[in-house]
């Protein structure tokens, strides 16, 4: 799905934020990418999200050069193909639950028809089948993420790029958010999700880690922290 090599982004201020980047992804994937701040995770989100273009190096998305590619088709091939969930969910604040979805559908290209019910599935599929109406300040900071994943999802992508998804919820919402992108994920949804926390990132498939603009595997299983299946497990045994 996604094929990178040599990925380099120098900001005009002189920052290199990328390094010579190169990883891959197989279609179906889950992978996670941590570092500290300012190691360039979102520049490289950004460029895979086809929202920036590096400045050297080469980006294959499902085989396809897109350094080659006009502005005009990157946009059409974002809009087909990916999905993106942000730390900040993004809400349009005057709008609805179920009208934020469907603008993210409106923006894709989908047709008018069958629109509002496909986001009434989507935000129902997330478990708020019960706020479709209710403005993004009248949710939780957890439900409205759920919406920012409604949105991103019901445009059935087949990558889903996720910046700090869960950097503004307690445990159990940051739970429930991960909980959605797995479920994703085992519909056959690539997942690319970048995350501070070491124990979010182990449950991946696959682990990066940025250090200053360079992105290195790390191996899942020496990463802190265990999960809630885990733990259980303990419990169980002991
Ligand atoms: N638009 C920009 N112009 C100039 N420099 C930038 C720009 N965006 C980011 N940078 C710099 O590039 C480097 C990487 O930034 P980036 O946002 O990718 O980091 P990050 O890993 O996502 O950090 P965080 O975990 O804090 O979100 C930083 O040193 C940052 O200051
Ligand atoms: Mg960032």
């Not at 990925?7 to 920052?15: E, H, Q």
């Not at 969930?85 to 604040?93: A, K, N």
């Not at 790029?161 to 159990?172: Q, V």
């Not at 949804?189 to 696959?206: N, Q, S």
Request: charged letters at 20%; glycine letters at 12%.
């Amino acid at each position: 799905m996604i094929e990178c090599a040599g990925l380099t982004r120098r900001y005009p201020n002189g920052v290199t934020a990328l390094d010579g980047v190169g990883f891959s992804v197989p279609a179906g994937g889950y992978a996670a990418v941590i570092g500290s701040s300012g190691s360039g995770k979102s520049t490289l989100l950004n460029v895979l999200g086809l929202l920036d273009r590096p400045d050297a190096g080469t980006y294959r998305l499902e085989g396809v050069d897109t350094g080659r590619l006009s502005d005009r088709a990157l946009s059409g091939l974002r809009a087909r193909m990916l999905g993106f969930v942000f730390q900040s969910f993004d809400l349009v604040p005057r709008m609805t639950a179920l009208e934020n979805v469907e603008l993210g559908l409106i923006l894709s290209g989908a047709p008018s028809r069958g629109r509002r019910e496909a986001a009434a599935e989507s935000l129902a599929a997330v478990g708020l089948a019960d706020r479709m109406d209710h403005l993004p300040a009248q949710l939780s900071g957890g439900q409205q993420q759920r919406v920012a994943v409604a949105r991103a999802v019901a445009r059935s992508p087949r990558l889903l790029l996720a910046d700090e998804p869960t950097g503004n919820l307690d445990p159990a919402a940051a739970a429930g958010i991960i909980g959605l992108l797995e479920a994703q994920n085992r519909l056959g949804v690539t997942v690319l999700l970048i995350t501070h926390a070491e124990e979010v990132a182990r449950r991946a498939g696959t682990v990066f880690r940025m250090e200053a603009g360079r992105l290195s595997p790390v191996d899942p299983l020496r990463l802190k922290g265990r999960d809630a299946y885990e733990k259980r497990q303990d419990q169980l045994l002991s």
